[in-house]
């Protein structure tokens, strides 16, 4: 099932179970890791960094640039969709 919105999670590091929705973010190892939005279970790794990805967070909302895409893996699921505000837009 698609999401339409996701939850921060500030950690330290990335729990190795993450659950459908949230967003773990590691301002240590410079990292977000989500499961895929489309609900196939893949995780999403974004490197935070110069010419990856960038997180903005203000009051509490997360905004993760540029776009999420899944479609790779065994049966690619062809998932692609911004997160902005905690809000995931499918494109």
Request: hydrophobic share 35%; net charge negative.
């Amino acid at each position: 099932m698609k999401l339409s919105s996701i939850t921060p999670c500030w950690v330290t590091e990335i729990p190795k179970e993450k659950e459908e929705g949230v967003m773990y973010i590691s301002l240590e190892y410079k990292t977000a890791v989500h499961l895929c939005a489309c609900g196939c279970g893949k995780e999403s790794v974004t490197p935070l960094k110069e010419g990856e990805w960038t997180l903005i967070e203000q009051k509490g909302l997360v905004t993760l640039r540029p776009s999420i895409g899944n479609f790779s893996g065994e049966k690619p699921h062809h998932a692609h969709y911004f997160i902005t505000n905690n809000q995931i837009q499918w494109a």
